[in-house]
């Protein structure tokens, strides 16, 4: 068990380097000249107007906070799921009873207009 | 000999325990050797992709696809990285250069990672860790951090739509994703790969056919390709997110999106289609990997399929998609895998395959009916809209009686 850890952590170091040697080569090989017209942001030749870094839209942020909840209450069920054959059908059951609140919330803020992409 | 990868890597252990080194160290050069191969076989794999990809593509249009360099072309994606790598490397004006470097390494890095994890064989498998599906979901997670470094790193406002996008479209779909990953997880009692690939004495597809859909479904969305390529549409953002990238950088971002989808297709095989299993695989384990393969790239085939055939939706359809219709349907079939898994406690196998495949039809059934309805609904409501176009003929008797 242990041993499969130290693969995955060897793992984690090594994955960036194939990329990145990938990354080298052109670095060492490939012309290099720069000019203001070449480095120009593209944007289908018109030039760029303003800041390009703004605020985003609100729903973005919205449908994020969605995301969160889901994602944290299934996390929760992964657990449930793997002690399956220890689980009597009144556990079983609890646990459905969670999924049904999650299905609740879902309704509730589908009716709230939540997730109209206006 | 039935096992050559263990019986190299007994064979490496013996040979580095005799030069006196210790036990820890030796974890460590096996460990670097063992990931160095698999990530250079997955890449290789990925460079030939490019010629199966555009090959396969080719055909789907009616051309006849790279056919210059080597027979059938074979050789294409060698010169296509040659090419890559002598290109110049353009770097925008205004652009956050760290970043803007690191995003296609981490693209990339992201989807190698996956493999570490996926079994190739009964004994082949670059760690059996007791969490891989979540360690799946994580690591899959961290493509999406990728794009969003690029498009915001980019100094580009399409590049930064393309983004925005994508953070909307990911973490929509990757919530049907997990809870269909929850299905297999649950029918095999295990987060390990190797025991949900040991526990499909019959292949999952056959049991939760509705969970591999929605898991179909949502990798495609989360690999963003047509009918969900809304990060990257052509015709309204250019590029999206990699559209200040030249050379090596965008063949990073190329080569880890085909790369993606091979990974997903070899999860996907791995969770529904029994992974290695196949004949003989527990006689002659180094038949493992050809089966997980054929199978992968049948669910490639399949991606590639609908990526050809279908229109893009619209980033509000796109969502509605999967909030109102998706994730529901994968709540419903999870309630009723759980409820149905604890009632059929004892009975036979055939029994519970049966009454599991049953259930999901139902299932199936039901949500043809709602969405039937839904669009008896939806039809009426655009016809009251918008009311249809006056019939040409008048107009043109007019003409006529001009002439």
Known sequence: MLNDWIFIGIFLLLAPIFPALALLIPRLIAPRKPNPLKTETYECGIETYGETWVQFKVQYYIFALVFLIFDIEIVFLFPWAVAFDQLSMFAVLEGVLFIMILVAGLFYIWRKGVLEWV | ???????????????????????????????????????????????????????????????????????????QPIADVIKLLIKEDIMPNGADKFIFNIA????????????????LAPTIIGADIN?????????????????????????????????????????????????????????????????????????????????????????????GRTPFDISEAESEIVAGFHIEYTGMKFGLFYAGELLHALTVSALISTLFLGGWRGPFVDQVPILGPVYLFIKSFFVYYLIMWIRYSFPRVRIDQMLGFNWKFLTPLALCLLIVVAILDKLLVGTSQAVYVLVMLGANLMIVWATVLILRKYARVERKRIGEERPVAVPPDTESSELVGQE
């Open chain 2, 104 to 119: 296609p390494i981490i693209a990339l890095a992201a989807v190698l990672l996956l493999w570490a994890v996926v079994p």
């Open chain 2, 1 to 75: 000999m039935s096992d050559p990868v263990n019986s190299i890597a007994e064979w490496l252990r013996m040979i580095l325990s005799s030069w006196g080194l210790s036990e820890g160290l030796i974890t460590v050069i096996l460990g670097v050797l063992g990931v160095v191969i698999l990530a250079s076989f997955v890449l290789i794999v990925d460079i030939m992709l490019v010629w199966i990809e555009r090959k396969i593509v080719a055909r789907f249009q009616d051309r006849f696809g790279p056919n210059r360099v080597g027979p059938y072309g074979v050789l």
């Open chain 2, 131 to 223: 969490v891989a599906v979540l360690y799946v979901v994580a690591i899959g997670s961290l493509g999406t951090l990728a794009i969003i470094m690029a498009g915001w790193a980019s100094n580009n406002k399409y590049a930064l739509l393309g983004a925005f996008r994508t953070v909307a479209l990911l973490i929509a779909y990757e919530v049907p994703m997990i809870i269909a990953l929850l299905v297999p997880v649950l029918l095999a009692r295990s987060m390990g790969m190797q025991t949900i690939v040991a526990a499909q004495s019959t292949w999952y597809i056959f049991v939760v056919p509705l969970a591999a859909v929605i898991l179909f479904i949502s990798s495609i969305a989360e690999l």
